[in-house]
């Protein structure tokens, strides 16, 4: 493998994907003082927390299964009622940044089409709505490419800064769950169809 090659690996597997996305162009005093952007991310931060809480639990349930099943239907159907809770508080944070983007993603950071400018080594703070699970995240990115394109507005790729290992797990899961539709979309085209 020559070192072009090697430079060239990605740390982390990428996927197409589509995400409701908010994008704020941090001020240098914003990026001094980060809690000035937290402030406004409450209500992602909670989508983010329940996400997490979900999956964490989630080898819980299985153990419980094996002891008491009463106790796992019950558990299973409020996990359903917060997940559902969830989708609403993600419908009403999707109305205030509007519809789903395609993007480019990973756990190392993301990719997006911008209409303005934004530039090189800019911190951002960006708010996504992963679907279909509607989990939400506010994270910070530093632009490390912004390029014009030929229908206008700009290529931008960007690195997450300073991920707390919780969101990496979140995003970690999303791309898996993607993958794995991906692929059963792939396997349902090569089936053969009946006559």
């Known amino acids: 493998m020559s070192t072009l090659d090697e430079e060239e690996r990605r740390e982390y597997y990428r996927i197409e994907d589509s995400v409701a996305l908010e994008i704020h162009l941090l001020t240098d005093e914003e990026a001094q003082d ?17 996400h997490i809480s979900e999956f964490e639990s989630q080898h819980l349930l299985r153990q419980l299964d094996e002891r008491d099943r009463v106790m796992n239907s019950f558990l299973k159907a409020l996990s359903k009622r917060i997940d559902l809770l969830s989708k609403v508080m993600a419908q009403t944070i999707m ?15 993301l990719q997006f089409r911008s209409p303005v400018l ?10 996504m709505v992963l679907m279909p699970q509607a989990s939400g995240l506010m994270v910070q990115a530093k632009v490390i490419r912004c390029s014009r394109r030929p229908d206008g507005g700009f290529d931008v790729g960007t690195d997450f800064i300073d991920l707390p290992d919780t969101q990496r797990q979140l995003l970690a899961r999303h791309i898996l769950q993607r993958q794995a ?15």
């Not at 980060?34 to 927390?49: A, C, G, K, T, Y």
């Not at 934004?118 to 708010?127: A, C, N, Q, R």
């Not at 539709?181 to 006559?195: C, H, N």
Request: no cysteine; charged share 25%; glycine share 8%.
């Open 34 to 50: 980060p809690s000035q952007v937290q402030s406004r991310s409450i209500m992602f931060d909670l989508l983010s927390e329940l």
């Open 118 to 127: 934004l530039p090189v080594d800019g911190l951002l703070s960006l708010k």
């Open 95 to 109: 109305g205030h940044i509007g519809a789903p983007q395609p993007v480019i993603i990973s756990e190392g950071g």
């Open 181 to 195: 539709q991906a692929r059963r979309e792939a396997l349902e085209k090569e089936k053969p169809q009946p006559d």
